[in-house]
C-alpha cells in the first residue's frame, strides 16, 4: 500500500502507564472523594493496559496466522478493539488535570487517548470500503445475465450476521476495550458491534497489504452454501 497511508501511533501503552503512575502519585494527597476517583480511573487504565497486553500477545497473532498476513504494528490493531464508551474515561481525566495541572501528559496527549475510538471507527470504514471491491474476485460471475445478483452476493459475504462469526472465530467481541454497562444488548447491537470489529481488521489488513490482502483474506468470510443465486 501507499507508504503516505499510515497512522502517527501515539505510543498508547507509554502514555497509560505514564497516566497510570501520576494517578497513584497524586492520590494520597487529594480528598476523599477524589481519592476515590482516582482510585477508579486506575482500576479503568489498568484494565485496558490488562486487555491490551492480551490484544497484542494473542488476539493479533492468531488473526495474522488465519489471515496468512502480518497485520505490521501491534498498536494499530490495539487501537481497533477501542470502543466509543473509553471516551468518558479520558475526557473525565482531562477535565480534573487541566484545574489542577498535576498531570505530566498535555491536554493534546489526553485528547488523543479520548478519540482512539475515532480512529477506531475510521478503520472500520476503511475495512467496509475495502471489503465492497475486495470481494468482487469470490463472487464475480462472467455471465452478463446475472450482472444483477452482484449486490446480493456481497451482501452473503458482508453482511453483520455472516462478519459476526469471523468475529467468534477471531475472539474480538471479548477482547474489544470498553466500558459499557453491563446490561442485555440486542442481537442485533451485538451483531453491528462485531461487524464493526471484523471491518476493522480489514481496514488494517488494507492500509498495509491493499486490496490484494483483502481479496485473499475473503476466503475467511465465505457464506456457508448455497450462497449464489
Known amino acids: 500500500m501507499h ?3 499510515t ?5 498508547i501503552e507509554g502514555r497509560l ?3 497510570r503512575d501520576d494517578l497513584v502519585r497524586e492520590a494520597p494527597a487529594l480528598s476523599m472523594g477524589d481519592a476515590a476517583k482516582f482510585r477508579r480511573w486506575v482500576r479503568d487504565i489498568e484494565t485496558v493496559l490488562t486487555k491490551t497486553a492480551v490484544i497484542s500477545g494473542t488476539v493479533q497473532p492468531e488473526v495474522e496466522a ?5 497485520l505490521g504494528d501491534r498498536e494499530q490493531f490495539v487501537i481497533a478493539m477501542f470502543r466509543p464508551s473509553t471516551r468518558n474515561l479520558f475526557d473525565e481525566i482531562a477535565e480534573h488535570a487541566r484545574s489542577k495541572c498535576w498531570c505530566t501528559l498535555t491536554d493534546a496527549n489526553l485528547r488523543e ?8 471507527g475510521a478503520l472500520a470504514w476503511i475495512g467496509d470500503a475495502a ?3 475486495g470481494l468482487l474476485p469470490a463472487i464475480w460471475d462472467p455471465d452478463i445475465a446475472k450482472a444483477g445478483v452482484l449486490t446480493r452476493n456481497r451482501k452473503a459475504y458482508d453482511r453483520n450476521s455472516n462478519l459476526a462469526l469471523l468475529c467468534d472465530r477471531w475472539g474480538l467481541y471479548e477482547h474489544r476495550i470498553h466500558f459499557d454497562p453491563d446490561t442485555p444488548r440486542s442481537a442485533r447491537k451485538i451483531g453491528h458491534a462485531k461487524g464493526t ?9 488494507f492500509l ?10 475473503t476466503e475467511l468470510l465465505k457464506p456457508p452454501a448455497p450462497w449464489r443465486r
Do not use: H, M, Q
Not at 497512522?7 to 505510543?11: M, R
Not at 487517548?113 to 477506531?120: D, I, K, P, Q
Open 131 to 133: 471489503l465492497k471491491i
Open 197 to 205: 470489529l471484523v471491518e476493522s481488521v480489514f481496514g488494517i489488513l
Open 17 to 19: 502507564t505514564t497516566l
Open 3 to 5: 507508504r503516505w497511508l
Open 7 to 11: 497512522w502517527n501511533l501515539p505510543g
Open 208 to 217: 498495509k497489504e491493499g486490496l490484494k490482502g483483502v481479496a485473499s483474506a
Open 66 to 70: 488465519d489471515l496468512g498476513y502480518s
Open 113 to 120: 487517548l479520548a478519540g482512539l475510538s475515532e480512529v477506531a
